[in-house]
């Protein structure tokens, strides 16, 4: 089988790992418009869960990366009442974007796949003569656009402004900070993903965008408001930027997975809220679930590409609806500023019902005991 793959994100490499080293595919190309060593933003993160489940399918690959990880213990959550730091029974963890890549591409090159760089694709007729092709070209998919009606692609431009920065941090935590800021709501989402470094993801809400004359402001200015308003958490350390605009998150989802021999996978597909810190994990679950099915059928592909959407989409319907609580759940915080800080941390685990009473038990004991205490 002869597969092209479109982009060299964490999909498009741990697709082409799977296919090669099952020996599904004996001819693999991958496509990368990016130098090589260069990628926007800082880390991601990746819950235990997710990495167990992957470990199965390419244990070589999923080591190299738990030992780039970086485990978070704890997690502080704030509002205008107070804070509460959550302590995590079961271990989430963070990663550089550039060392899932690396690692991955380390391990495409021992299996022999070819990853070219610096090849922007915008004409797929050359690739005709490919048994498949896939789009793993993230949310500005060219795969998806050339075939954007086919695909029943939906678009959906949520109103909040978010940002992506890094910060050298001053501690290990990581937190979720709510506050009322010259009469609008802003927040702050960070985590450590080296002893070093933290991922900041700085939002607001639509109003307070303009209420707060962001609309106006130059970056250097937004980020000096951020640094202002959460000194206490920064102590005095700058935002870093890579790439960070400001901007509107556009959720993205297709009705049909494949369109003849053209199939996409990840941010092309379906693209999931950040809030629900998920997005690398689901881009290479979709990489799994193409590299099954393409085992499974190897000589009749529309079956394949058929069974890959049959099997994939009922699990993805559920997280991209948790994804819809998320981001509307974020987008009418400002509601929830008051609340005493334990009930705003239940509210917050509740916002995607995905968080039951004994998960939450299990996730978070100390949490579960302070609401107890509270209650006697
Ligand atoms: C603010 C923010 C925070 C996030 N935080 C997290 C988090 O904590 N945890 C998490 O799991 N996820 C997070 N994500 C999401 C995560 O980054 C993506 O979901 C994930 O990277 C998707 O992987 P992918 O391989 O599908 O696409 P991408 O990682 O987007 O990779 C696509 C690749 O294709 C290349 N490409 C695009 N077009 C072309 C073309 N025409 N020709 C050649 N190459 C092309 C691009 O250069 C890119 O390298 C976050 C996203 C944002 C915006």
């Known amino acids: 089988m002869k597969v092209c793959i479109i982009g060299g994100g964490p999909s498009a490499l741990f697709l082409a790992v799977l296919l090669k080293s099952r020996g599904t595919a004996d001819e693999i190309l991958v496509l990368e418009q ?4 260069a990628t926007y933003g800082f880390g991601v993160a990746l819950a235990e869960s997710a990495i167990d489940k ?21 997690q502080v959550i704030e509002n205008d009442q107070g804070a509460f730091t959550l302590d995590f029974a079961a271990q989430g963890g963070a990663i550089t974007r550039l060392d899932i890549l690396t690692v991955l591409e380390q391990r495409c090159r021992d299996l022999g796949i070819e990853v070219v760089h610096e090849r922007r694709i915008d004409d797929l007729s ?3 003569d490919y048994d498949v092709i896939v789009g793993a070209d993230g949310a500005n998919s060219v795969v998806r656009s050339a075939n954007e009606s086919e695909f029943g692609t939906q678009r959906n431009t949520r109103g909040n402004y978010f940002v992506w920065w890094g910060c050298a941090h001053p501690k290990h935590e990581s937190g979720l900070r709510f506050r009322s800021y010259k009469n609008s709501s802003i927040m702050i989402h960070y985590y450590a993903y ?8 700085g939002e607001v809400e639509e109003q307070c965008w ?3 004359g962001m609309d106006k402001m130059t970056n250097a200015e937004r980020k000096a408001m951020f640094e202002e308003a959460f000194d206490d958490v920064f102590e005095g350390r700058p935002m870093i930027e890579n790439k ?8 993205i989802k297709n009705e049909r997975w494949s369109v003849g021999n053209r199939v996409l996978i990840g941010d092309a597909l379906y693209r999931a809220h950040f809030s629900i810190g998920s997005g690398t994990r689901l881009a290479m679950e979709d990489a799994l679930g193409l590299a099954d099915a393409l085992a499974a059928s190897p000589d009749d592909i529309p079956a394949a590409l058929a069974a890959y959407e049959e099997k994939g989409k009922p699990k993805k319907e559920k997280l991209m609806a948790a994804t819809v609580q998320s981001y509307t759940w974020y987008e009418n915080v400002h509601e929830k ?7 705003f941390i239940q509210d917050y685990m509740d916002r995607t019902g995905r968080m039951p009473a004994d998960r939450l038990k299990m996730f978070v004991p100390n ?6 205490q509270q209650a006697s």
């Open 34 to 37: 990016n130098p090589k060593d």
């Open 54 to 74: 992957l470990n199965e399918s390419e244990p070589t690959s999923m080591k190299a990366l738990q030992e780039k990880m970086y485990f978070i213990p704890s």
């Open 126 to 128: 050359e690739f005709d």
């Open 194 to 201: 080296t002893p070093e470094m933290w991922t900041v993801v």
């Open 210 to 212: 303009f209420d707060l």
């Open 244 to 251: 960070s605009n400001w901007n509107q998150f556009e959720a």
């Open 337 to 343: 500023l008051g609340m005493p800080v334990l009930d």
């Open 367 to 372: 949490f579960v005991a302070a609401q107890e």
